[in-house]
C-alpha cells in the first residue's frame, strides 16, 4: 500500500485545494491530510485565517479523499509524521518547490502544480472589506502600528490626524501616509480609529470615534475611570461596535499558550500569581514628569494586572497599593497586592526601580515561569515537586507583536462574536477601575483638580 501525506490550512475551501487532495490521493493508495492549528498559523506569521479548524477540517472530509486527517501544530512534525505514518510520498503544491527537498532522504517529494488564479488569500481578501485605519496621536508606538499594520492583510492605514499639525506632517511625511488637520475629512475616509494619543484624551477620542460609527482600537490603559469604561463599551455595544483595548500581551501565541497550561490542571489549582515589568525611563521624559498622568503604575499597569486578571477574575477581595515615589509624587515603583477567595497575587511594576521581571504562577502540583521579557512570551518552563521534571514550552513572537492585536481586532470585526476572549470588556473595565483606585491612593485627582 502506498501511503501520502500533505499539509495545508485549507482555510476558505476553494478548487485549488480540491484539486490538490485529488492528485494527492491519485498518488498512492491512502492519503493523510494534515490541517494546521490557528495557533501554529499565528506562529508562522499566516494572520487572518477565517475558518476555525473545524470547518477547515470539515471541508477536507467532505471532497472524500481523505483516509485519514491529522492536525498540524509545528514546523518540525513533518519529519515525525513520515515516520510515525511510514509515509512513501510526501507532496505539497508548487508554490513550495525546493522547500522540502530535505524529507527525500525519508520518502519521496512530489510538488504538485498549484491551480492558477485562486487562493485563499485572494478569497479573504475579496470577502473582507479593506478595513481603513485612521491614527490619531504620532509618538512612538503609532509609527510602530504602522509598520506592523502593512504585515497583516485586510487593512489598510488611510492617514493621521493631531491637533498638533506640524507632527502630524511629519509623521505622515515618514510613513508615506495622509494627514488631515479636518476631524470631518478623517471621519469620512476611514472605517476604523486606532488611538494612541496621550491617555488623558482617550475617553473623549473614543466617544467621538463611535459617534462617527467607527471601531476603535486604543493603546492601554483605554480609559482611568470605571464609570467612563463601562459607558463607552456599552455605546459600542449598542451600535455594533468594536471597541478594543491595544495590550497587546493579551493577544500574543506564546501568552496564549501559557494560560491555556496554567488552565489545565497541569500544576494543579492556581495559588498565586507574581507579574513584575520594569524599564528605567529617562527622568526627563513624560512618564516620569506628567504629574496626574505619568508613574510606573499608570505607564506597566496593564501588563501586570493582566495575567492577574485572566488567572483569577475580576472579583478580588481585596486590593491594596504599595509605592515608592519620586519627589515630584510620581510613582517610581509600584506593588498592587490582590486577594481572591482561592489565591492571591501580586503585580509590581517599574520606571524608576529595576527588579528581575518575571511571571510565577504557583498551583497546588507546580509552577510556572516566564521570565522576562514575558509580556511577549516566547519561553516559559513548567516546574513539579520532582525538581529533575522541567517541562519547556516556545512560541514564537513576530516584530513588534501588534500584528497578534490588530489581526485579533479584524477578526472581530468580521465576526458575529464581539466580545474577544483574550481580553474581554469585563476586564477592561476591572483594568480602568484598578487605575481609578489607583490614582486616588496615590493623590492624582488632586492635581487633576488643580
Ligand atoms: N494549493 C494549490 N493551488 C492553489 C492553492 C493552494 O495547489 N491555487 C495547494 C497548496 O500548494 C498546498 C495546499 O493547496 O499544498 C494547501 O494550501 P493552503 O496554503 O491552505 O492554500 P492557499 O490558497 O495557498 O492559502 P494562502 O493564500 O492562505 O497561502
Not at 477574575?313 to 486590593?319: R, S, V
Amino acid at each position: 500500500m502506498t501511503k501520502v501525506i500533505t499539509y495545508g490550512t485549507f482555510d476558505l475551501f476553494h478548487e485549488g485545494h480540491y484539486r490538490l487532495l485529488q492528485r494527492a490521493k491519485a498518488l498512492g493508495d491512502y492519503l493523510i491530510v494534515g490541517v494546521t492549528t490557528e495557533t501554529y498559523d499565528k506562529a508562522r506569521g499566516k494572520l487572518g485565517v477565517m475558518d476555525s479548524l473545524v470547518t477547515r477540517i470539515e471541508n477536507v472530509k467532505k471532497t472524500g479523499f481523505a483516509d485519514e486527517i491529522i492536525i498540524e501544530e509545528s514546523s518540525t512534525q513533518k519529519f515525525s509524521d513520515i515516520k510515525k505514518y511510514n509515509i512513501d510520498i510526501f507532496t505539497v503544491g508548487s508554490d513550495w518547490v525546493g522547500t522540502f527537498d530535505y524529507l527525500s532522504d525519508y520518502c519521496k517529494v512530489v510538488y504538485l502544480e498549484r491551480t492558477r488564479d485562486i487562493s485563499s488569500t485572494m478569497l479573504r481578501e475579496q470577502k473582507r472589506h479593506i478595513q481603513r485605519i485612521g491614527i490619531v496621536g504620532t509618538g512612538r508606538i503609532a509609527g510602530r502600528f504602522v509598520k506592523e499594520a502593512k504585515l497583516v492583510s485586510g487593512v489598510s492605514t488611510q492617514g493621521v490626524y493631531n491637533p498638533h499639525t506640524d507632527s502630524a506632517k511629519r509623521f505622515a511625511e515618514k510613513w508615506d501616509i495622509n494627514v488631515y488637520t479636518e476631524k470631518e475629512a478623517f471621519y469620512k475616509e476611514i472605517d476604523v480609529v486606532y488611538i494612541a494619543s496621550p491617555h488623558e484624551t482617550h475617553y473623549e477620542y473614543i466617544k467621538e470615534a463611535l459617534s462617527k460609527h467607527k471601531h476603535v482600537i486604543c493603546e492601554k490603559p483605554l480609559v482611568l475611570q470605571k464609570k467612563q469604561s463601562e459607558e463607552i463599551f456599552a455605546e459600542a455595544k449598542e451600535k455594533g461596535l468594536i471597541l478594543f483595548e491595544g495590550i497587546k500581551t493579551a493577544y500574543c501565541p506564546g501568552f496564549q499558550q501559557l494560560l491555556g497550561i496554567a488552565c489545565s490542571g497541569i500544576i494543579g489549582s492556581i495559588r498565586n500569581v507574581e507579574a513584575c515589568f520594569t524599564k528605567l525611563e529617562n527622568p526627563e521624559n513624560r512618564e516620569m514628569t506628567d504629574r496626574v498622568y505619568g508613574g510606573s503604575f499608570l505607564e506597566l499597569g496593564s501588563y501586570v494586572m493582566l495575567p492577574v486578571l485572566k488567572l483569577f477574575g475580576t472579583e478580588y477581595e481585596k486590593l491594596e497599593f504599595d509605592s515608592i515615589e519620586a519627589e515630584n509624587g510620581l510613582d517610581l515603583f509600584t506593588k498592587v497586592s490582590l486577594r481572591y477567595p482561592m489565591g492571591i497575587a501580586t503585580a509590581t511594576c517599574g520606571l524608576g526601580v529595576k527588579s528581575e521581571g518575571r511571571l510565577l504562577i504557583s498551583g497546588t502540583k507546580g509552577y510556572i515561569v516566564a521570565e522576562a521579557p514575558w509580556w511577549k512570551t516566547t519561553y516559559f518552563e513548567v516546574h513539579y515537586e520532582d525538581a529533575e521534571r522541567v517541562d519547556k514550552y516556545s512560541e514564537t513572537f513576530l516584530g513588534d507583536g501588534i500584528r497578534y492585536e490588530l489581526s485579533e481586532f479584524l477578526s472581530m470585526i468580521n465576526s458575529k462574536e464581539k466580545n474577544g476572549f483574550k481580553l474581554t470588556r469585563g476586564e477592561s473595565i476591572a483594568i480602568a477601575g484598578i487605575m481609578e483606585k489607583f490614582m486616588r491612593v496615590n493623590g492624582r485627582e488632586k492635581h487633576e483638580e488643580t
